[in-house]
């Protein structure tokens, strides 16, 4: 069966801090493929990132990076100098493909990162 | 392009009550999600629609709730009659779906944030 495990439930950076949201997966499939979402205090789940299981490249965009990596089972993303806009709760998804060719989709925890002026 | 649209955003009803959630998915997704976030917790999937039949219920409890996507665009997600316990945020999300692929990016609506009294 599928996990993600967020063991970070809330983190609190002074603005302009770097701050790295922990993600760990759990998956016996070998394509998968593993989503950040962001959750800002509006509610909306806004799409930052997904990467499949054959590339680990990690990727920067602007202040947010991603580290896959396949031999942990873990998929980091660290913002580097945190705005107060960024605060919001963060989650870590995993997709894998059901029975019937569908994705099932599990969704961690989510992460609560409280940026302070 | 318009994102996806649900209503209300908001509602309170006292137990027993019924209540009928709706969701207008971006034109072109063949996929409707919707998911239940309690307070705290990462959303949990209800019920899956490819097209206008369903994939995966498995975690509807299906003596309350119910969800019908007749023509394969918007949907409706009833609960009836509502528990206390079913106090949360309902989320709709749509992806588009191309036969052979084995998951697409969820986008997800503002949500409706239930209170049962």
């Known amino acids: 069966a599928q996990k993600v495990t967020q063991a970070q439930t809330e983190i609190s950076v002074v603005e302009k801090e770097d701050v790295t949201l922990d993600c760990v997966y759990e998956t016996r499939d070998t394509t998968y493929y593993l989503f950040w979402y962001k959750q800002p205090p509006s509610g909306e789940l806004v799409f930052l990132i997904r990467r499949n299981s054959f590339d680990e490249q990690n990727e920067i965009s602007g202040r947010y990076s991603w580290n896959f990596q396949k031999s942990t089972s873990s998929f980091n993303f660290t913002i580097t100098a945190s705005q107060v806009v960024d605060s919001a709760v963060y989650f870590c998804?995993?997709?894998?493909?059901?029975?019937?060719?569908?994705?099932?989709?599990?969704f961690g925890t989510g992460t609560k990162l409280q940026v302070i002026p | 392009e318009a994102g996806v649209a649900q209503s209300p955003r908001y509602k309170i009803i006292e137990k027993r009550q019924s209540v009928a959630f709706w969701c207008n998915p971006i034109?072109?997704?063949?996929?409707l999600y919707w998911y239940q976030q309690i307070l705290g917790q990462g959303p949990k999937l209800l019920i899956q629609f490819q097209n206008n039949g369903v994939v995966d219920d498995s975690q509807l409890p299906k003596d309350r709730f119910s969800a019908e996507r007749l023509k394969g665009v918007d949907s409706t997600l009833k609960i009836q009659p509502a528990k206390l316990e079913d106090s949360a945020v309902y989320l709709c999300?749509?992806?588009?779906?191309?036969?052979?692929?084995?998951?697409?990016?969820?986008?997800f609506g503002p949500g409706t944030r239930l209170t049962v009294l």
């Open positions: 998804a995993l997709s894998e493909a059901g029975s019937g060719g569908y994705q099932k989709v599990t």
């Open positions: 034109s072109g997704h063949a996929t």
């Open positions: 999300a749509s992806s588009l779906w191309t036969s052979g692929s084995s998951t697409d990016t969820q986008y």
